[in-house]
């Protein structure tokens, strides 16, 4: 088997990687919005109770996790797919990091901005929504993108409860073809072809923010 007919096998499983990235969003985006939000305006118990669920997802090891998702909560009676398993553990996952540059995003902004909302007699929920919010997403934007490559190269661990994604397939062939360096070497490709073009998305979309951001200091 020729280095790219490995390449080819080994993309047999991209439709796993994709359907775990997209499904993890799911996840990901809403436990960021609303953790990152919730952190930024509670105080005493309530932020810390928010902060100890960020921490659990971001400072728990996401291999761990899943086997405890896959394995353990069955002999509670608590069965999931693998493929909702590895969504909900590597979208939480990513979601703890990216609810910190939400959190990190809306404490940038400067305080006037809140205090003339409030001038004008808007309640502290349209200030959030209206004047905050879409200026700290703007902002976060290019991290966020960091955050879905992240989340694409975890994928790598799905392999670890049956699903057959690229990393799977490598081993699958691995079994065969004892040809380690191509095969590795092919997965490795497989996962810089999928991640660089998200890469340059990034790049692309930071130059735009930071362009908006030179014209309106212009103006």
């Known amino acids: 088997m020729s280095t790219f007919d490995i390449w080819l096998g080994i993309l047999q499983g991209l439709r796993t990687t994709a359907a775990v990235t997209a499904y993890g969003l799911v996840f990901a985006v809403p436990f960021a919005l609303v953790f990152g939000i919730a952190q930024f305006l509670s105080r005493g118990i309530t932020r810390f109770l928010v902060t100890a669920v960020i921490e659990f997802w971001r400072s728990s090891a996401v291999i761990v996790l899943?086997?405890?998702?896959?394995?353990?909560?069955?002999?509670?009676?608590?069965?999931?797919?693998?493929l909702t398993v590895s969504a909900l553990?590597?979208?939480?996952?990513?979601?703890?990091?990216?609810?910190?540059?939400?959190?990190?995003?809306?404490?940038?902004?400067?305080?006037?901005q809140r205090e003339a909302g409030m001038a004008l007699g808007l309640s502290r929920s349209r200030i959030l929504l209206l004047v905050e919010l879409p200026q700290a997403l703007v902002a976060m934007s290019p991290t966020f993108v960091n955050t879905l490559i992240q989340l694409v190269k975890a994928t790598a661990l799905v392999s670890l409860v049956t699903l057959t994604d690229m990393t799977f397939r490598a081993k699958e062939i691995a079994q065969t073809e004892y040809n380690p360096v191509a095969i590795y070497s092919a997965l490795l490709l497989a996962f810089f072809v999928v991640c660089y073009p998200i890469a340059l998305a990034g790049r692309w979309l930071e130059a735009r923010i930071n362009s908006g951001r030179g014209t309106s200091r212009g103006i």
């Open 66 to 82: 899943l086997f405890v998702f896959y394995y353990v909560l069955p002999v509670v009676g608590v069965t999931l797919s693998a």
């Open 89 to 112: 553990v590597l979208g939480l996952n990513a979601g703890g990091y990216a609810s910190q540059a939400v959190r990190a995003g809306l404490q940038s902004l400067p305080a006037g």
